[in-house]
């Protein structure tokens, strides 16, 4: 008995050190910072003329600005679910925002490996600070148990809706905001207590054990509220107002809701401002630390901008210049801003129109931390274009799908792009069909003059689609 322990123990340990063996030397530690409903123009690099984003845009041209990267779709659940999963739309867990109560969202199944299970196997230490919104605590979708190590933040997208919530979860426990008082007042400014958080995170950190930082702050989602410091000062006062009644904090405050603003465009460039910010201290905690030459850090948003609680994406041209919003599978509503750093492998100031999504994430992330790649997913690793090794392999295409509006579905096949409105209804109606080089605001439907290649594209929109009992799509 004792030899035959003996012999296993030693083929454990020949294993072990074949997989460590097979891992990269210097493992990059990962930073991903997701921006929530921040639309393609709404940070300087990108065109923003109105707003100041100086910490974004170093970033960016320190390291490697995206022009065509694309979320999961055009909401909050299902994009994320994207990422998390490697999986497009029309095969990811969740496939659209479905609350469940007392709080938060259909949980993503534990039979599904998540990129930060997957680098937590890796050896990695994981950390999630934000809004989660894919199931509740104590569930199976619970962020401990999908992965992360720690968790600080809104647990549920609804009410993240408000920025001054009664409450906020420390993994498992909920935190109670007294100075909020059940919506009655508004004191305790979320995204700072958790920016803190986070920070404390990075500050525990050194060169020993590579981590995984997911970031998905809720800046600039509506509501529009912000601290009375000095960047709304800046901007108060710079531009034409129009006042937005919403539900304010007090007696009758509704979870969901959003407050009334009297300066509604201040207000916006004010928490764009602050989400640059808490870029600015992530970038400058991770030199402090001596952490940011192997530290790569990526910045994206989970979907376009919004219009809701008086948000004005047209007058920002948030957008930039693409057609669409949030809710649209038109270019405003799904490509975003993507940049990312790492100095020992990204050369500064470098530009790539790699056509990638939200779901090429985990195998990226995985091929750097040496973590093995699940099967069956639907991401391509886009390391090699990262690091200028290897060859990069490409998409044939990609697909989405979104399941509110009468449902919708796009495929983009090089430079062709498909689009069909109230698919549910009519899961063979005629598709739009746009060829973006010619025409990357999708102004000119070329259906008709192009019948074969439309065909096409509506014949991958069915094969991508595998229908959902709990996201139904009626194909």
Not at 3 to 12: D, E, M, Q, R, S
Not at 114 to 139: C, D, H, I, M, N
Not at 247 to 253: I, L, N
Not at 389 to 398: A, E, I, S, V
Request: glycine fraction near 10%; hydrophobic fraction near 35%; charged fraction near 20%.
């Amino acid at each position: 008995m004792t030899k035959l322990l003996f012999c296993l123990l030693v083929a454990t340990s020949i294993c072990s050190f074949g997989v460590a063996q097979n891992r990269p030397v210097n493992r990059p530690n990962i930073v991903f910072i997701l921006a929530d409903d921040l639309g393609y123009g709404d940070v300087g690099i990108n065109g923003q003329k109105l707003i100041r984003t100086p910490n974004i845009d170093r970033l960016a041209k320190e390291g490697m600005r995206f022009t065509q990267f694309y979320a999961g779709t055009s909401v909050c659940a299902p994009s994320r679910s994207s990422l998390m999963t490697g999986r497009h739309t029309g095969h990811t867990y969740i496939r659209g925002n479905k609350s469940v109560e007392p709080e938060g969202q259909e949980p993503i199944a534990d039979s599904v490996t998540t990129v930060a299970e997957l680098l937590q196997r890796a050896g990695y230490l994981t950390g999630a600070f934000g809004k989660w919104g894919l199931g509740p605590v104590g569930s199976v979708g619970d962020p401990n148990k999908q992965g992360f190590d720690r968790f600080y933040g809104y647990n549920c997208q609804s009410l993240a809706h408000r920025y001054y919530p009664d409450h906020l979860w420390d993994d498992s426990q909920k935190i109670t905001l007294a100075a909020n008082q059940d919506l009655r007042q508004a004191k305790e400014y979320a995204p700072d207590l958790i920016q803190k958080q986070a920070m404390r995170f990075l500050d525990a950190r050194d060169d020993k054990q590579p981590f995984f930082l997911f970031l998905p702050y809720i800046l600039p989602h509506a509501e529009l509220i912000v601290p009375d410091d000095s960047l709304f000062q800046y901007y108060k006062g710079k531009f034409p107002e129009k006042p937005f009644k919403g539900a304010d904090y007090g007696p009758d405050a509704k979870t969901g809701g959003y407050t009334s603003q009297a300066y509604p465009h201040a207000t916006f460039a004010a928490m764009v401002g602050r989400l640059d910010l808490y870029v600015g201290q992530v970038m400058a905690k991770l030199k402090e630390k001596g952490l940011d030459q192997n530290t790569l850090v990526i910045f994206s948003s989970d979907n376009g901008p919004h219009i809701e609680g008086g948000a004005d994406p047209t007058f920002f041209n948030s957008s930039g210049g693409f057609r669409g919003v949030k809710r649209d599978l038109y270019e405003g509503g799904i490509r975003e801003p993507f940049f990312a750093r790492w100095p020992k492998a990204i050369k500064p100031g470098s530009t790539s129109d790699y056509i990638g999504a939200f779901w090429d994430l985990l195998p990226t992330f995985a091929e750097l931390a040496g973590a093995k790649t699940p099967a069956r997913i639907d991401g391509v690793s886009f390391a090699p274009t990262l690091t200028s090794k290897g060859t990069q392999k490409k998409h044939d295409y990609l697909y989405w799908e979104f399941h509110e509006n009468g449902g919708r579905q796009a495929v983009r096949q090089g430079n062709w792009k498909a689009v069909r409105l109230q698919a549910m209804a009519n899961p063979a109606s005629p598709v739009e069909l746009y060829d973006l080089a010619k025409d990357p605001k999708e102004a000119h439907n070329v259906a008709a003059q192009y019948p074969d290649r439309a065909k096409q594209l509506s014949e991958l929109m069915k094969q991508s689609h595998v229908e959902s009992p709990l996201f139904p799509f009626a194909h």
